[in-house]
């Protein structure tokens, strides 16, 4: 008989201690296994995925055309981006299955994801799509993946382990990070922690032998998928270490300065949105998520008196709604400022924005009342077929992760589901 192995059993040798996954010879705790496997780098075309939400969601009747096709009616939010009605599309329709959870705001947490009953007992979150794309391309850019937000690390990014991938929330140091060369000393440093990281499994390769032997044939096969993906991730740190001598990109552009006020969402989301087409352009990545956070403070608008928070929850107040349109307003037109930056910078022969998808949403349909169904969903770039409102079944949603589906296969990741997908979406 195999003897019993304490769920704590760890491999340990020169300093560095590895955790197990869980084995049928631990008591029955599953445990998260970090890291992942990181696929082999492949030659893809320049297309970029990235992905915007507001996570507490856009008034409905001021977003949505009452009409279907191409010829619908700007409703008052389409009015800021009337002069790129060619280069997007609406959705309605739109939504991830089974997002009520633990309360209302939980589908914030698996709106790049799709799992199902966020936040309930015994959920664990499953990897979010720009992750599952970082995981394809590998190394072909500086960053594999990048996650942005208004206000703090939290980010709507999580690895295959469920994982959240902390944010990067301060312009300057994400200007720093993309363009901005470290002094030598800075550089050994990111090196030696590349290295510390490399050759881990070698200097428990005697003990993991041992182990083997102590274990069921099962308890081996998971062993083994799990040194498999360690090795991957070595690969990964062998990935990471080509980048250190190569010299980030110079870019005609000062670094920003960042704002000190966190309840000033729609200058933080500006500044995030001004280094987004500056990361495109110098190719330094091709996945992007970026979280705007609302907050329960007041905003530094002209005519808002009340916090962002509670205005979402307007319980159909007339004075609420005109205050939070003022809100969402600026949103809007932030982010036409977004699609026509992306719209005059060029690639080669193309514009920046026929090679970047920006999807840009909500993980709840109707904030007011915690609802996630009919999502508010708005695709630009891409070299998609444009210019239309995508009228889905309102009763009776398509899942979100269709377009997800649709938008990887643009990217030539070979792919036919994602998440709770059941197919791709064409219009």
């Known amino acids: ?63 949505f055309p009452e009409s279907a096709g191409r010829d619908y009616k700007n409703t008052p939010y389409l009015e800021y981006l009337k002069d790129h009605r060619d280069d997007f599309t609406v959705f309605s329709g739109l939504s991830h299955p089974d997002q009520s959870g633990a309360d209302g705001h939980s589908s914030q947490m698996t709106w790049l994801t799709s799992a199902r009953n966020p936040g309930l007992g015994g959920f664990r979150n499953t990897i979010s799509v720009d992750q599952y794309v970082r995981e394809k391309l590998g190394y072909v850019t500086r960053f594999p993946s990048i996650a942005l937000s208004t206000s ?25 990070k993309m ?5 030598p000393h800075e550089v050994e440093r990111q090196r030696q922690k590349l290295n510390d990281g490399k050759s881990v499994l070698d200097s428990i390769a005697v003990q993991a032998r041992k182990l083997h032997k102590r274990v069921s044939s ?6 083994e998928e799990y040194f498999t993906s360690l090795r991957s991730a070595e690969q990964h740190f062998q990935k990471a270490e080509q980048w250190i001598d190569r010299p980030k990109p110079v870019v005609d552009a000062q670094p920003p300065e960042d704002i000190k006020e966190d309840r000033d969402l729609i200058g933080r989301t500006k500044l995030m949105f001004e280094l987004i087409p500056l990361i495109l352009q110098t190719d330094s990545s091709r996945v992007i998520t970026f979280l705007i956070e609302g907050r329960s403070e007041v905003p530094p608008i002209d005519g808002v008196t009340m916090d962002h928070h509670n205005l979402s929850h307007h319980g159909q107040d007339e004075v609420k709604i005109a ?46 009342s915690h609802d996630w169904r009919n999502l508010p969903v708005i695709l630009a770039g891409g070299r998609f077929d444009h210019g239309s409102h995508v009228e889905l079944d309102r009763a009776n949603n398509t899942p979100l992760s269709n377009l997800f589906v649709t938008m990887m296969q643009k990217m030539k990741i070979e792919t036919d589901q994602f998440g709770s997908s059941s197919g791709t979406l064409s219009w």
């Open 218 to 223: 099962a308890d081996r096969e998971r062993l």
């Open 323 to 368: 205050q939070l349109t003022k809100i969402e307003t600026e949103l809007m037109k932030s982010l036409g400022g977004l699609i026509g930056s992306l719209k005059l910078k060029s690639e080669a022969e193309n514009r920046l924005i026929d090679n970047s998808m920006v999807l840009f949403g909500s993980n709840l349909g109707n904030a007011n």
């Open 152 to 176: 703090g690390q939290n980010s709507q990014s999580y690895t295959g382990g469920g994982v959240m991938v902390p944010a990067e929330y301060r312009p300057s140091a994400l200007f720093e």
């Open 1 to 63: 008989m195999k003897r019993k192995l304490n769920r704590r059993t760890f491999l340990r040798s020169a300093g560095v201690a590895i955790a197990l996954p869980a084995l049928d010879a631990m008591a029955p705790v599953r445990s998260v296994l970090a890291g992942g496997v990181f696929a082999k780098e492949e030659a893809v075309p320049q297309q970029r995925m990235i992905m915007i939400c507001t996570s507490l969601g856009l008034h409905g009747p001021s977003l």
């Open 179 to 183: 363009f901005l060369q470290g002094k």
